[in-house]
């Protein structure tokens, strides 16, 4: 049987019996090889059996995997949920800032600007990262109900990376907000 179907199988049968869909899960999983897809599946078990620390380690122990998948859609939706994850996986900048960029097209905007500030944090005058927050902010400017936030965005740029040629662009996005009015 394959992961999908195993899966399928445990997560019906936790409605009526977790205990016994988190066990068939962990046996699965001493007999196979590590699958990405099983590990998620088991920490959302254990976040219903109220065992946060168990299911966070095992979305650390998921994470690298659906990178070296090359489920980079995957990997960001899960770092999406908590940004320290990254952190503890071991992810470098260059990781985290493909899947903030991953997470755009998603739509998961405030998450994609979470990680980015937290390569700023990192390494202040990252262009691709301040290039990247100012596209999240921009978005969040169209849809029109992220105006605050897209402000805030501006804000922090022109707060901790004003040396970066890149500054004009959140000074402008700035002004372009404060001469619009706010949507009703």
């Known amino acids: 049987m394959d992961v999908e179907a195993v899966i399928a199988i445990a997560r019906h049968r936790a409605e009526d019996d977790l205990e016994g869909a988190v066990a ?3 046996r699965y999983r ?5 699958h990405p897809e099983l590990l998620a599946a088991l920490a959302e078990l254990h ?5 946060p620390q168990r299911a966070r380690a095992l979305r650390v122990e998921a994470l690298p995997l659906f990178l070296r998948q090359s489920r980079v859609e995957r990997a960001a939706a899960l770092l999406a949920g908590d940004l320290s994850l990254g952190r503890d996986a071991g992810l470098g900048i260059e990781v985290l800032l493909t899947l903030a960029g991953a997470l755009k ?4 905007t405030r998450a994609s600007a ?4 937290q390569v700023l944090r990192v390494e202040p005058g990252r262009s691709e990262a301040i290039r990247g927050l100012l596209q999240v902010a921009e978005m969040m400017e169209r849809d029109g109900k992220s105006r605050e ?4 965005i501006y804000d922090f740029i022109l707060q901790h990376c004003s040396d970066s040629s890149l500054a004009h662009f959140a000074v402008e996005g700035r002004d372009r907000l404060r001469r619009q009015p706010a949507p009703v």
Do not use: M, N
């Not at 097209?105 to 998961?108: K, M």
């Not at 979470?114 to 500030?117: K, L, S």
């Not at 936030?149 to 805030?152: E, K, M």
């Open 114 to 117: 979470r990680i980015y500030v």
């Open 105 to 108: 097209p998603a739509g998961e």
């Open 47 to 51: 976040d219903r059996r109220q065992q």
């Open 149 to 152: 936030d897209a402000a805030g």
């Open 30 to 34: 001493a007999s196979h090889e590590p």
């Open 24 to 26: 068939a899960l962990e």
